[in-house]
């Protein structure tokens, strides 16, 4: 941001004025600029050396009464005497701040313990944690981090700014096998690769598998939860979401900015149109198209309205059977 902030070690934080934050986020003051924090704590339980955030009017109540050294609040936040910074996105303006509270604790360059091929290619800085393993001919670029156990197969490439929680596994083999005459499953191999786009987040013990022929794709910006599975030859775009315990089958192709719910099952070869929404525990079909417009939740999933509207239906016959029972 062209601001270059003055910290202080305290403990495991890091210890900034309110000024600087607010200089940093590029956001207007009021009250003691002077104010030092070392770290952020809920409105409920915050110290006066912490930062916090009331997002909404319904925090509002909870902000005008908390000991928090800072808030970071909306414009139409009715101060009174805290010292606070404003912002008109105060969810994206905290978590800038934390950046800033809470820097990264991994060191830049490849731990002793980690195991490295000779033709490993780093394109610029990198911090490599304990326990990994980078296969063959895999490129990471720079800025990128790998946190402890993390597990890249050969060929890989991943793209710039990467975060790659603990125990993620990148490049396995795709779930592929044909029968042959005795009907005995035999291996397809998988001799395709993965790409990663830049400022790709994925949590722990997510697993991304290489594509049998081709490319298994995540674009730009993409962001894992932890426990995702990707299957060979998904097609992932740009700044698509994915939360924890979800499923895709081989082939899927999820457009941009599609959100996709925790735990829910894709089936192979279904496409995700650009911005569509699943909700938690939806199932999507083999070669289902899932459209933007509307969430979709339940299983088959279909839109909200009419998975609402069903749910509605089988509550009154339920309450029917009661009563003709009574």
Known sequence: MGFTVTR????????????ELANALACPLEGEADRQLTGAAPLDSATPADLSFAASPKAFTAAQTSQAGCVIVGPDYPNHSQTVIRSPSTRRAFAQALALLFPATIPAGIHPSAVVAEDFILEGQVSIGPGCV???GVTIGPGSTLHANVTIYDRVRIGRNAILHAGCVVGADGFG?????????????Q???VEIGDDVEIGANTCIDRAALGVT???????????VHIGHNCQIGNHVVIAA???????????????IGGQVGIGDKARIESGAVIGSGAGILTSKIVRAGEPVWGTPARPLREHLKGLATLARLARAKNRSSE
Request: glycine share 14%; aromatic share 8%; net charge neutral.
């Open 8 to 19: 202080l070690h305290v403990g495991d934080y890091e210890q900034v004025t309110v000024r």
């Open 134 to 136: 980078i296969s063959k």
């Open 177 to 189: 096998f044909a029968l042959d005459e005795a009907r005995r499953y035999i291996k397809f191999p």
């Open 191 to 193: 001799v395709g690769t």
């Open 217 to 227: 794709r995540l674009g730009d910006g993409v962001k894992l939860d932890n426990q």
């Open 245 to 259: 315990q979800t499923g895709l089958s081989g082939g899927v192709v999820v457009g941009d900015y599609a959100i």
